[in-house]
């Protein structure tokens, strides 16, 4: 085992702090770690790719799972797999698809392990479908703070207290997934363009979930008429029927999407790091806007592209200054549409340089005390930390997400008050109450759970 003291940030490097870093080889290994833990506690990391600080430990000690990555065995014909919590989605889906089947929920990145999937209960494009992520968890090895490795299971009070936990009731080690057959390597996908942000939820809703997967990309700059305008892509698996002949095997590749290289905004340069001003932004949302496709149907494309595109293109990390990014994402339920239309308009006014939004709809709550995705519309954005008047900014969407009934993503938090958290969840008593119960001692502990008192 590997240690060193190292300084770690999450995925938008906004408050790095200093840990020991402990790089396991084995469960014994991992158990040894948090048996032989300091006054600081410890906390599990995957990937580094929460934007926020819920994998970071200032002065305690931080347990990087990515070489536990094994994937232990698939049984193709019940199709099921068991695997080591350092398992990325991409490498999954490169060893399911083949076989057949996918990973049970895909997000829109594949570079996030299956522990960090189930301590953020990781919900995906067809939520209202397939639920979130830990919904397809059949067991889950869970290292608890006494030093020992529980199998947990679904319906437990310690698997719902885990399911979005945010690794604060034990380091995940492994996990049993059900599967999700099909037939072949390709999506059919369907894009359409809408004028506003009405006219955005009106084409979400109007062909029902005939095509389970589901997102849309929102132009956060463009005000007037056309506020909170953007582009719907929907899809759905392909069948044998729908290939072309000379189709042939998709073959998948390291970088899945299959576009490394490429520019975010097909018809821009890349701009110069830090230089993401509100002008920059709305020509990026301009382009893209306008160079896509009014309604467009039926297009073929490979499954890591469909689901992973992002993966494929380069770092945009930089477009947003040396003060990094933050993410921010909120859930209202249906017949709150108002508070969304709110949100998207204070953002527009208030001309914030945003080229990433993401629209999505949620179906069922999932039984996780902390899991994030409940019935409503989902949307996801990034902007620059060093934003004049950020955090009064966003603390005043909190009040309005909060008033509406809504909640701030945990997994993906940066800057939330803890009075903020405790109104929006309304389980976080029962989570509170569970951990000291099994966890008196307070093994385990992150840079977020000290910030917002979890």
Do not use: K
Not at 37 to 45: D, Y
Not at 309 to 329: E, H, I, K, T
Request: with cysteine.
């Amino acid at each position: 085992m590997s240690v060193d003291t190292v300084s770690l940030s999450g995925w938008g490097r906004t408050a790095p702090t200093t840990a020991v870093r402990f790089r396991p080889r084995g469960y014994e290994e991992a158990a040894a770690v948090v048996r032989g833990r300091g006054p600081r506690g410890v906390i599990a990391r995957g990937l580094g790719r929460s934007p926020g600080d819920a994998a970071q430990n200032a002065g305690g000690s931080v347990l990087d799972l990515s070489g536990l990555a094994r994937i232990g065995g698939v049984d193709a014909a019940a199709g099921v797999v068991r695997c080591d919590a350092g398992v990325s989605l991409e490498r999954l889906l490169r060893v399911l698809l083949p076989l057949g089947w996918l990973p049970p929920v895909l997000p829109g990145t594949g570079r996030v392990t299956v522990g960090g999937a189930i301590g953020s209960d990781l919900p995906g494009l067809d939520h209202r479908r397939a639920g979130s992520f830990a919904r397809h968890v059949s067991a889950l090895e869970l290292l608890t703070a006494d030093g020992e490795v529980r199998t947990v299971l679904p319906g437990t009070a310690l698997f719902d207290a885990t399911a979005g936990g945010l690794g604060l009731t034990g380091v995940v080690l492994g996990a049993t997934l059900r599967l999700r057959r099909v037939s072949t390597g390709l999506m059919s996908v369907s894009t359409e363009r809408a004028g506003d942000l009405d006219d955005l939820l009106a084409r979400f809703t109007a062909g029902g979930d005939r095509l389970p997967y589901a997102s849309a990309w929102v132009d956060l700059t463009a005000r007037g008429r056309a506020t909170g305008r953007g582009i719907l892509t929907r899809g759905e698996h392909a069948t044998p029927d729908m290939r072309p002949a000379h189709a042939g095997r998709i073959r998948l590749s390291q970088r899945s999407g299959g576009a490394a290289g490429r520019s975010l905004f097909p018809g821009l340069p890349p701009l110069p790091g830090g230089l993401l001003s509100p002008a920059a932004a709305a020509l990026c949302n301009e382009v893209r806007y306008r160079g896509s496709p009014r309604a467009r149907s039926g297009e073929l494309r490979p499954v890591p592209a469909f689901f992973h595109a992002s993966d494929a293109l380069p770092d945009v990390r930089p477009l947003y200054g040396r003060g990094g990014l933050v993410r921010y994402r909120f859930t209202v339920g249906y017949g709150q549409e108002e508070t969304l239309h709110r949100v998207v308009r204070r953002i527009a006014a208030r001309r914030s340089p945003a080229v990433r939004a993401v629209l999505q709809r949620f179906g069922a709550a999932d039984p996780g005390l902390l899991s994030f995705a409940a019935p409503g519309w989902s949307l996801e954005l990034d902007l620059p930390a060093s934003l004049s008047g950020l955090g009064r900014f966003l603390d005043g969407v909190d009040e309005e997400v909060a008033a509406a009934g809504g909640r701030v993503c945990l997994a993906q938090d940066s800057r939330m008050r803890p009075e903020t958290a405790a109104a929006m969840y309304p389980r976080l008593a029962e989570f509170r109450e569970l951990r000291a119960r099994l966890d008196p001692a307070g093994a385990f502990r992150s840079d977020l759970s000290r910030r917002l008192g979890l």
